[in-house]
């Protein structure tokens, strides 16, 4: 076997021994999309990959997708690579990264089959922040007490980039707002998702900005809530960086967050494998609309 997982964390995280040489072998891919189910974040330390080896490894576990076509500050030349940067050199806007600060799943709030895994490599470190956690949130669903877990399961929930970006912006500008419009979705997505295998977990992050049916703020505290239960310790792996780092996530069953840095010189990149299952749909005007009332 050329490949051994062990445990991060009992509830999220594993670290991966293998040789760079057989990150490729089909037993590597195996395993990965199976450790991927159960532990949420699978690390790579020091495996020091190039774009091409990312992009191969990437599309060795499903289709590619580029959802950063859509997004501010994509580079063109290498349209599958995004680089998660403050630098205005590589990245156009860079204040859309400042977001990742937040708890969030990636590509929530496109409507498109949820993107399946992200993978991340470290290309040029911070001096300080910059660490990335992880909280599982088919780990929150499940510890979730019984009758809770009755009274929640049905709900939906709106997700938008406007709610994302507000703990960077706060009220963002009727050009900004446009902007937001244009590349990303108002979705409706389950808060409980029963994926295809029948196992549930709960579907959240700053982007969820309200619950349908619910007033605005009775939506907006449950959510919180939630949100703090599961970013709770013991579901949380927290990934210190070190150079040349791999780490791919299941964006379906995770939600990460970036501790704040302002170094511009950290560079990730990220590429992104496409999922199967699309649980949301565009919200209505009417559902939207409910969220913004007060009672
Ligand atoms: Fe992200």
């Known amino acids: 076997m050329a490949i051994t997982v062990e445990a991060a964390k009992p509830q999220i995280g594993g670290i991966v021994h293998v040789d760079k040489a057989h990150l490729l072998d089909d037993d590597t891919i195996e395993t990965v999309r199976r450790e991927l189910e159960t532990r949420g974040v699978l690390v790579f330390p020091g495996i020091d990959v190039s774009d091409e080896l990312q992009l191969a490894f990437t599309d060795k576990l499903g289709d590619r997708v580029n959802f950063t076509r859509q997004v501010p500050g994509s580079d063109a030349t290498s349209p599958d690579v995004y680089k998660i940067t403050l630098d205005s050199k590589f990245n156009s806007e860079p204040d859309y990264v400042l977001g990742t600060f937040f708890w969030h799943v990636d590509g929530v709030t496109i409507d498109q089959p949820l993107p399946k895994a992200t993978v991340l490599s470290a290309r040029k470190l911070s001096a300080s922040g910059g660490a990335t956690e992880f909280a599982n949130l088919y780990a929150a669903w499940e510890k979730l007490p019984e009758e809770e877990k009755r009274e929640i399961e049905n709900l939906r929930v709106i997700h938008s980039v406007e709610a994302a970006v507000r703990p960077v912006h706060g009220h963002p500008s009727e050009e900004r707002r446009a902007r937001y419009k244009a590349m990303a979705a108002v979705m409706e997505q389950p808060l409980v998702w029963t994926h295809a295998d029948g196992r549930k977990s709960l579907l959240l992050g700053t982007h969820a900005d309200g619950v349908v049916g619910m007033p605005g703020p009775h939506g907006r505290a449950l959510l919180t809530r939630l949100q703090q239960w599961a ?43 496409a999922g199967t299952e699309r649980p949301g749909v565009p919200a209505s005007e009417e559902n939207i609309a409910r969220i913004f009332q007060i009672a």
Do not use: C
């Open 231 to 273: 970013a709770q310790p013991d579901f949380v792996y927290t990934h210190k960086w070190k150079l040349g780092d791999l780490v791919i996530w299941n964006n379906q069953g995770v939600m990460h967050r970036v501790v704040p840095y302002t170094d511009e010189g950290r560079v990730m990149h990220r590429t992104t494998i």
